[in-house]
């Protein structure tokens, strides 16, 4: 009061003058280690807006960018606070300060070894990042005597009761004061015997464990031999989901979100949920060339898990609505014809959803051959008026509402929930759709929509489009039409009158004759071309050596650069067309007289073949960078005995059916390090994993 | 002067092979060649490939303002209204002439590209693309004449941009068969085609595969080094490569693997010899990639080649929203470097001997899509750059479309043009160039028989 007084009595002697005054928001402000804090300053009393940012300590306590983003130091400072201050840069004597609290990070968690635990006393080792000393390990909520080992690992011991027997308990990390946090990762572990007589070989096992994981790790290669593979499925499609960082609370960026599929990918307990969704997410294309921002992403990758096991009309409608689907394939914001600026309607989705996720060109026979007409020609499934015709459907859509804002004709940028419609945005004269169906006019845009998308999902082409597709995805190039004809039959009808059934459809293409012809493989007497052999995708080549190696990730690796370099960045596929058609035919003179389809192929050119040399190259001899490291200590323990390692390698990466002529180069590289030393014993390990991994007979998988 | 196309032995020693894979490299760099011709032109050319994914809107390239001599019905101003808000704005555009003393714009990024022409280096191809015979209107709307396979769809129609196959899908891309033409005509067993932009089926001949590069990688094995282990775990590597195993993906796997491995080894050698360019190129991925192409081209006496085939590709071009934005920011990067690369050929002194031409998927709707940001839908024929010394450039060549919805040119409603010169004749006025005789071009493009005019004159 006495202040404004005072300023009122000086305006009156001195009108030139006027006073500037900094506010700085958020205040008070905290912030988590691990994650950033965008300060705003508004300036008043100048048109001269701008301020400089300061803290103290200037050093040592993070950072703050010259737009006033702080970000905290790696490992909480001591003070936990900092005084952030903005400068007028008219009015370099007018400030203002804020105290900033920094908090522990928040702990996120990848995964528990073992995954199963005794009746009893046991101890677990979590993995996973941002612990802190202090931290607990939660065992269905309570604490467990910790360990703390490293910002990426702890040790826990606690008790298990009979009664937990075949019961799942939620593993959580709580990370101590200031700023408390518990991890919301879904990480479990089961109680009950670890193992028990194995009911299958370890071929079958492992050779599943490539179509329906991301290749074999010790544990599950001995679990499945526990129980089988039906019995392995129907507790893959009751794992819960291992979740993507959430945009809004964690600051992550693009390259994080890439981190964590590779976390989930190397440690996630749902594997045949992972692998289902990365090929979903094949098929159904969007790119981060374009979707670039966790906002955009997640959301997406999220449907694409949730509905992994769903109904595919399900995934269907949700991919249809998806903003992120939206801007890419343009039905956001998609205006009716606009006779004043001689517009139409946008075709982009209704061409694609159509070509390329659901009934494709031509029309199918019931084992995804095509239908002939009597001239011998393939039938195309629509022309360019249907295309026109859906496009007219798809108009009137926006982003979601922002709560708290009003619906709009193009609603701002929003991704979290489903595209909205406005009602006077959309074409409302009739159309015509696939097979003569007729919407009549006047409909809503939602009525349209279901319309039109059942009147897709019920052509008979998507059975086998859609099966032949994941098929190839998850098992082989080349499967026969009386196999796309069988997954085909499930989709049509899953035995209980429902079409579209993706779990049936799922079993289906995993547990047909042909699928598992590849258990004896060509180098175990069985015959040498079987449809279930296909080269492994850079992103797969990955994922299951690390996972062969009992490696750990999390989320600071960097192992999208090692797919891009390979020529498949993360979900960032070149065109709507994926990385690779599912079409792409081996070129004739690598196979002379032999025409075979070879989808991943497409990205093996020569030079990208040199780079997954290099790439294994840096795993085995080099190092991944930070947050990916490989333990080659149970290879190392056999390298003074060299037929055994050959051995452990064949079971853990060639389905335990190495040919014998790659053995006998294996042993010559082996038997060329000589010594008894532990290096030695290593290098010998090195070198036969080296060129087991990165021979064609190990990317090639039966 | 011609020289017998008898295979001459690879001119790089078999010592700079190193120990890898010299008897692999040489029989599969030594296979018979079928197609390949009688007799061979002494001299070096390069056929450069440009494939713009997703489209390139035609109608926003080359736009006309006044052109009473090869078209009158057009005049900038009907383009403008239906263009509507996707109209490029008369001053904005390059002015270029035509012999015809007509005046055309060229999109306000393709300054150097209206430079080039200006200076008779670049000649314009306009509507051209994917026919399987000459069709008019009346043909197409009634089906009475054969129709390209699934026009508007990108991957059909970039195949077929890539094989010269309208109908049926071709296994092979007629840059692959130029190549078998060709292939013998080359001093060494180096693949004569090289992509600097992966697999593309245009790359694929029947006897021949080429050679990749990724623009900015390290070339060749790493990890490697003159210790007994080492040359143990090599010389395991290479019997991993070669032993017949009888399984077809595990052979094609080693196949493209042992290629890698060699052609790097060669390329290696070769490029440590030559001499750096002083062109700067401009640092994005079309700028990496011809620059790649200009280094390799400029050891070609290393490499003993006397024709070679580059691809290089750009994408971004489906512009079906935010067009005046990514359509402007596209060709101005296929402009610069474009530029920057005849630079180069002026540089080594090949200007005259290497031909750039451009190829996209098709042409775009002139009729915008509405949306909060235009954009056009896809299309059909379109408008295409040859750039080289060579070229009669300063001259567009083909029959412009009359830019009218359900016009004469149209398709359907929208403005959707029918080619008026196949891909066919396109592509033979360059393989022609090349040096493939007239006896062997109906095996590289298998419909050209059904186009009586003659090719294009550009070269």
Not at chain 1, 175 to 200: K, M, R
Not at chain 2, 114 to 135: D, W
Not at chain 2, 408 to 416: C, K, L, S, Y
Request: charged content about 10%; hydrophobic content about 40%; aromatic content about 8%.
């Amino acid at each position: 009061m006495g202040n404004r007084l005072l300023l009122a009595s000086l305006c009156a002697f001195w009108p030139a003058y006027a006073q500037v005054t900094v506010t700085v928001s958020p205040s008070p402000a905290s912030v988590h280690v691990g994650t950033f804090l965008q300060f705003a300053a508004k300036v008043s009393g100048t048109s001269t807006t701008g301020v400089s940012w300061t803290m103290k300590p200037a050093t040592g306590a993070g950072s703050i960018s010259t737009g006033g983003r702080y970000t905290p130091p790696a490992t909480l400072p001591t003070p936990n606070t900092v005084t952030v201050t903005a400068t007028s840069t008219a009015s370099p004597a007018t400030s203002a300060s804020v105290t900033l609290t920094i908090l522990n990070p928040y702990p996120t968690l990848a995964s528990v070894n073992p995954t199963s635990i005794p009746v009893g006393s046991f101890s677990i080792t979590v993995n996973g990042s941002g612990f802190v000393p202090g931290a607990q390990v939660l065992n269905g909520g309570t604490p467990m005597e910790t360990v703390y080992i490293s910002p990426t690992r702890l040790t826990a011991s606690g008790v298990s009761f009979p009664v937990e027997a075949g019961w799942k308990i939620p593993i959580a990390v709580k990370n101590p004061d200031p700023g408390s946090a518990t991890s919301t990762d879904v990480v479990s572990v089961v109680v009950g015997p670890s193992s028990g007589p194995h009911i299958l070989g370890a071929n079958v096992a492992a050779h599943f464990l490539d179509q329906a994981a991301f290749g074999p790790d010790v544990a599950t290669l001995d679990h499945v031999e526990t129980v089988g593979l039906e019995e392995y499925l129907k507790e893959q499609f009751a794992a819960p989901i291992s979740p993507y960082p959430d945009p809004a609370t964690t600051g992550f960026g693009i390259n994080q979100v890439q981190a964590r599929f590779f976390t989930n990918a190397v440690h996630g307990q749902d594997q045949l949920r992972q692998r289902v969704a990365f090929a979903l997410g094949q098929i159904f294309v969007v790119s981060a060339i374009e979707e670039n921002t966790p906002t955009q992403l997640v959301p997406y990758l999220e449907i694409l898990q949730k509905d992994a096991f769903a109904n595919f009309r399900t995934l269907m409608k949700d991919v249809t609505l998806s903003p992120t689907m939206g801007e890419y394939l343009d039905m956001r914001n998609n205006d009716k014809a606009d006779p004043t600026r001689d517009t139409r309607a946008n075709e982009n989705y209704a061409r694609e959803l159509m070509q390329l996720f659901t009934i494709g060109l031509s029309q199918l026979n019931l084992d995804g051959t095509p239908k002939l007409d009597s001239n011998g020609n393939a039938i195309p499934t629509y022309d360019q008026t249907t295309i026109q015709n859906f496009a007219k459907v798809y108009t009137g859509w926006t982003y979601p509402t922002k709560p708290g804002a009003v619906l709009r004709i193009h609603n701002p940028a929003y991704y979290i929930g489903p595209m909205v419609p406005f009602e006077s945005n959309h074409d409302t004269t009739s159309k015509t759709l696939l097979n003569g169906l007729v919407l009549p006019a006047g409909q809503t845009a939602a009525q349209d929509l279901e319309a039109a998308l059942d009147n897709i999902f019920n052509h008979p082409n998507v059975g086998p489009f859609i099966g032949k597709q994941l098929i190839q995805h998850l098992v082989g190039s080349n499967p026969s039409p009386a196999y796309v004809a069988r997954v085909a039959s499930v989709f049509n009808d899953n035995g209980s009158g429902v079409r579209g059934d993706l779990q049936a459809v799922i079993r289906a293409v995993l547990l047909d004759p042909e699928a598992r012809q590849g258990d004896n493989g060509p180098f175990a007497g069985g015959p040498t071309d079987v449809p279930s052999a296909h080269l492994r995708e850079p992103v797969f080549v990955i994922a299951s050596i690390l996972r062969g190696l009992g490696a750990w990730v999390n989320d600071t690796n960097n192992l999208t650069a090692q797919a891009a370099n390979l020529g498949q960045t993360l979900f960032a596929p070149p065109t709507v067309f994926n990385y690779f058609a599912p079409s792409y035919q081996i070129p004739a003179d690598l196979i002379p007289g032999t025409a075979l389809l070879g989808p991943e192929f497409q990205l093996d050119s020569p030079s990208n073949s040199v780079a997954r040399f290099n790439l294994v190259n840096s795993m085995i001899y080099g190092n991944l960078g930070q947050g990916a490291a490989i333990d080659l200590t149970p290879f190392s323990n056999l390298g003074s005995n060299p037929p055994a390692l050959v051995d452990a390698i064949s079971q853990i990466f060639m389905d335990g059916q190495m040919p014998p002529k790659v053995q006998t180069a294996l042993l010559g590289a082996i038997n060329a390090i000589t010594g008894t030393s532990a290096a030695v014993n290593k290098a010998r390990a090195q070198a036969a994993i080296y060129l087991a991994v990165s021979s064609s007979y190990y990317n090639v998988e039966h | 002067m011609l020289i017998p196309s008898r295979r001459k032995f690879l001119r790089i020693s078999c010592r700079s092979l190193g120990t890898l894979g010299a008897a692999s490299l040489m029989s599969r760099f030594s296979q018979v060649n079928a197609l390949a011709q009688d007799s061979c032109p002494a001299d070096y050319k390069a056929l450069v490939c440009i494939f713009l994914f997703g489209g390139n809107d035609g109608n926003n390239t080359v736009v006309p303002i006044s052109t009473p001599g090869s078209n009158p019905a057009n005049s900038y101003s009907k383009y403008a209204q239906v263009r509507g808000g996707l109209a490029l704005p008369v001053a904005n555009l390059n002015v270029i002439g035509n012999s015809k003393g007509d005046q055309y714009g060229l999109h306000p990024s393709l300054t150097e590209l209206a430079s080039l022409y200006n200076n008779k280096n670049v000649a314009v191809m306009v509507n051209v693309g994917t026919l399987v015979t000459p069709l008019t209107q009346a043909q197409y709307k009634n089906q009475q004449a054969a129709i390209p396979s699934n026009l508007f769809s990108h991957l059909d129609q970039q195949t077929e941009w890539q094989t010269a196959m309208a109908q049926g899908s071709g296994a092979t891309g007629w840059g692959g068969r130029v190549a078998d033409a060709i292939q013998g005509c080359n001093t060494s067993g180096f693949p004569t085609i090289v992509s600097v932009g992966g697999n593309n089926l245009f790359n694929t001949g029947a006897q021949t595969n080429p050679a990749t590069v990724t623009a900015g990688q390290v070339l060749g094995l790493q990890g490697f080094n003159t210790s007994a282990a080492s040359v143990a775990r090599l010389s395991a590597l290479q019997s991993l490569l070669t032993f017949d195993n009888g399984v077809s993906l595990v052979q094609a796997s080693n196949k493209i693997a042992s290629s890698g491995l060699n052609q790097a080894t060669v390329l290696n050698q070769a490029l440590a010899g030559g001499k750096a360019l002083n062109t700067v190129f401009p640092n994005t991925s079309l700028g990496s990639q011809l620059s790649q192409v200009a280094k390799i081209i400029n050891v070609r006496g290393q490499l003993g080649m006397r024709r070679q085939i580059f691809f290089a590709y750009l994408g971004g071009f489906d512009t079906h929203d935010l067009e005046l934005n990514d359509q402007g920011t596209g060709l101005a990067q296929v402009s610069q470097a474009m530029k920057a690369f005849h630079d180069s050929t002026m540089e080594m002194g090949v200007a005259d001997q290497v031909v750039t031409f451009t190829e996209s998927d098709f042409g775009r709707t002139l009729q915008p899509s509405g949306g909060s940001t235009l954009g056009t839908d896809h299309a059909w024929g379109s408008h295409h750059f040859v750039m080289g010394g060579a070229v009669k450039g300063g001259d567009i060549y083909g029959t412009f479309p009359t830019l009218e919805l359900s016009g004469p040119d149209d398709a359907n409603n929208r403005g959707v043009w029918i080619p008026t010169t196949s891909l066919d004749q396109y592509g033979a006025s360059l393989a022609t160039w090349f040096g493939v005789d007239a006896s062997k071009l109906g095996s590289v493009f298998p419909n050209l028989g059904n186009f009586k005019n003659p090719p294009p004159a550009f070269l």
